[in-house]
């Protein structure tokens, strides 16, 4: 079956599917997500290596926007011009109030990560806190993506009803639900914050 949906992939040797998918991350993280879940799921890759291949990825990319943020605070002039805008000292106020859970929190809101962990970086949040917080966060998304596409890809039950196609699209559908929830609730607090 995955021979005919994706034929270089099957015909990929472990440690460069490992690779892929840890490179395919910086580009689309969420897409890399569902690839090494899928690529787990049908025993193209251990499904162990392709957890550590995405949980690379994810922290190589997440920690490269922090040092990013950090490198951007050399220069005056951006210092300058950054420090001045609201959005900024808004973040600032919020990430050096609740730096751990608001970093958590942000990693399963899509559109704020490169912002606000390059902000991170460039506001000098420690980097101990961000590390942290950021692979605690990694690490359950992951978890309960891979979690999700076994049940689903192993219940019995879903296969005999022939609903294992629809199963994954509901689940899909659920993950963008919960996403804009969460971002428009993270929309949300700075302006309560900031009264």
Known sequence: MVEN?????????????????????????????????FVAVQAVLAWPMALLAIFIG???GDIALFLLGRYARRYRRL?????MLK????ARHL?????????????????????????SGFLFIPFRTFLLS??????????????????IEHSEWLAEKQLTGWAFAIAVIALVLMNRFLRRRALLTPAKGSV
Request: one cysteine or more; aromatic letters at 14%.
């Open 5 to 37: 949906i994706i034929p270089s992939l099957a015909t990929l040797p472990s440690l460069g599917l490992f690779f892929v998918i840890i490179f395919a991350s910086y580009v689309f993280e969420d897409g890399a997500i569902a690839l090494a879940a």
């Open 58 to 60: 994810i922290a190589s």
């Open 79 to 83: 210092r300058a011009r950054l420090l």
């Open 87 to 90: 959005g900024v000292r808004d």
């Open 95 to 119: 990430l050096r109030r609740h730096a751990f859970l608001n970093l958590f929190l942000i990693r399963f809101i899509p559109g704020l990560r490169t912002v606000t962990y390059s902000l």
């Open 134 to 151: 950021v692979g605690i966060a990694t690490a359950c998304w992951t978890g309960v993506v891979f979690w999700g596409a076994f049940t």
